[in-house]
T-cell receptor
Framework: EPEVTQTPSHQVTQMGQEVILRCVPI?????FYWYRQILGQKVEFLVS????????KSEIFDDQFSVERPDGSNFTLKIRSTKLEDSAMYFC??????????????FGQGTRLTVV | AQKVTQAQTEISVVEKEDVTLDCVYE???????LFWYKQPPSGELVFLIR??????QNEISGRYSWNFQKSTSSFNFTITASQVVDSAVYFC????????????FGQGTRLTINP
């Protein structure tokens, strides 16, 4: 069964460093998303991406964050200068579409980011 | 604004008991989608069900059933004859139809099934 793949599963970085989290969405999906979950808290939307541009973003997604689809398969989330409060599980998700039967988002296994 | 409330932070039951997880939502949209996701201890988010706002028919899938009541803005989830493997955090989520999908999650309910 096709799945969303995220790498790495766990990343430890020093405060102020840049990190890139990588995702390979399901191949025929057109919409891509990043969510994060601070330990023990709810899952929060960060950004959605369609047709090579951001379609929606939350207030969490400030100038320190960026997303990119550098080739036909990868979807990345970059955090420019990490802060301690960026420590969280980051989930990538993808969906075929956004309406009708195609609103189901499939999530990856997550990347646990620890900023020290 | 959209909001999802899962008032039950933690539930603990003995195996084989039935358990219901509550979900109440708020939205001004007339068309919207409701979801349940399971997060086992391994951490991934596993899709369980999607419902659209026009379909109030209850659904049953094996030991799982969902009760969608628009009149009370609720989308409750029942596990019948619970098993230890059902232990997980369960999230209810809401999305609006227009534009890119943006799931608004509830706080989650940690369900522990004891043998």
């Amino acid at each position: 069964e096709p799945e969303v793949t995220q790498t790495p599963s766990h990343q430890v970085t020093q405060m102020g460093q840049e990190v890139i989290l990588r995702c390979v969405p399901i191949s025929n999906h057109l919409y891509f998303y990043w969510y994060r979950q601070i330990l023990g808290q709810k899952v929060e939307f960060l950004v959605s991406f369609y047709n090579n541009e951001i379609s929606e973003k939350s207030e969490i997604f400030d100038d320190q964050f960026s997303v990119e689809r550098p080739d036909g398969s990868n979807f990345t989330l970059k955090i420019r200068s990490t802060k301690l409060e960026d420590s969280a599980m980051y989930f990538c998700a993808s969906s075929v579409g956004t309406g009708g039967l195609n609103t189901e988002a499939f999530f990856g296994q997550g990347t646990r980011l620890t900023v020290v | 604004a959209q909001k999802v409330t899962q008032a039950q932070t933690e539930i603990s039951v003995v195996e084989k008991e039935d358990v219901t997880l509550d979900c109440v939502y708020e939205t001004r949209d007339t068309t919207y989608y409701l979801f349940w996701y399971k997060q086992p201890p391994s951490g991934e988010l596993v899709f369980l069900i999607r419902r659209n706002s026009f379909d109030e028919q209850n659904e049953i899938s094996g030991r799982y059933s969902w009760n969608f009541q628009k009149s009370t803005s609720s989308f409750n989830f029942t596990i019948t004859a619970s098993q230890v493997v059902d232990s997980a955090v369960y999230f209810c989520a809401l999305s609006h139809r227009q534009g890119a999908q943006k799931l608004v999650f509830g706080q989650g309910t940690r369900l522990t099934i004891n043998p």
